[in-house]
């Protein structure tokens, strides 16, 4: 299958209950420093809390968590938050966050097409900015986003609770 082939071929829809699952693994296959087997994962993408979080989630209407299909199989997934604000007139921004796709794919486009996917989604809703953080350890992500069209404008910080 061509890459063009694999953009064309992924479908995107908004995460079930029955996702959650193969989202935790994704997520957790994701990590910037992977210290844990695939069973491992796996088995920690079966703890109730992921479920309890999908269910918030999926409550708020400033969330949307997306997965990516290839084939029937989810091979993706993101989220997608609307952020209301006062700067810049009231600009709505996006953010996307947990930007994954499973570690066999990388490099087939697929990640393109759900960003694209859920840049068109934040346009329909009126935002006017979409922003994302990427760990620093991520480069390959990195270069990704700036491929297509992100750019590296703000220096992040984040304060653990």
Known sequence: MTEAADLAAV?????RREDVARI???IMLGAAAQTRTLAEIEEEAQNPAYLAAFAEVDASPYNTLFVAELDGKVVGTLQLTLIPGL???GRKRAKLESVHVHPDLRGRRVGEAMVAHAV???RQKGAGLVELTSDKAREAAHR??????????HEGFKLAL
């Open 87 to 89: 700067a810049y007139r």
């Open 11 to 15: 479908t995107m829809r908004e995460a």
């Open 24 to 26: 935790a693994t994704l």
């Open 144 to 153: 990704f986003y700036r491929r297509i069209g992100f750019s590296q404008s």
């Open 120 to 122: 068109d989604v934040a």
